[in-house]
């Protein structure tokens, strides 16, 4: 199994950025899928996650400005995040919900500056 993420970047408080994750190894359609993300020093925590059926799930902090989606015909999953701040600076991993060990990737950096 690979969960790739990619997409991330240097962005002005604001700004916007869209992450993709492209899977490999799983039946991408029935998997409940989430974006985490790792802030240094702090745990991993959920950000969003869609069901198969693509019912979508929001951290309080992130309501309203990110947009989870997939492409189940690419098996890729995004995150649209809008109107970031530099508290959304942090490692953003994706993973299925509830996250599998052993499909952690190496993430990709999201840093908001101010």
């Known amino acids: 199994v690979q969960l790739q993420a990619s997409g991330g970047g240097l962005v002005q408080a604001g700004g916007s950025l869209t992450l993709s994750c492209a899977a490999s190894g799983i039946i991408f359609s029935k998997e409940v899928l989430g974006w985490y993300r790792q802030a240094p020093g702090k745990q991993r925590d959920m950000v969003a996650t869609i069901s198969n059926s693509g019912q979508t799930y929001y951290t309080d902090s992130v309501k309203g400005r990110f947009t989870i989606s997939k492409d189940n015909a690419k098996n890729t999953v995004y995150l649209q995040m809008n109107a970031l701040k530099p508290e959304d600076t942090a490692v953003y991993y994706c993973?299925?919900?509830?996250?599998?060990?052993?499909?952690w990737g190496q993430g990709t950096q999201v840093t908001v500056s101010s």
């Open positions: 993973n299925r919900d509830p996250p599998a060990p052993t499909y």
